[in-house]
């Protein structure tokens, strides 16, 4: 994990959801990518494994996926 890629996304609302989160960092470029992507059960919500593109992300939660790993941050 040494060389995984690190990102914090700041979002400015309560909570934000994990599709929303993948387009927001450039990981996606749509809807439908993050409903296969998160069909192959390769991306992970604070250690478990999360395959609902809809899932709520709060601050200080934390997705990776492969070497990506990003951190919902507090954007206010």
């Known amino acids: ?33 993050a409903k296969m992507l998160l069909a192959e059960g390769g991306v992970s919500v604070n250690g478990e494994t999360e395959i609902r593109r809809g899932r709520q992300l709060r601050v200080g939660d934390v997705m990776q996926l492969d070497d990506i790993v990003i951190r919902v941050t507090d954007g206010s």
């Open 1 to 33: 994990m040494n060389n995984a890629e690190h990102l914090d996304i700041a979002i400015s609302t309560e909570t934000i959801r994990l599709g929303q989160l993948l387009k927001l960092a450039n990981v996606i470029d749509s809807g439908s990518d």
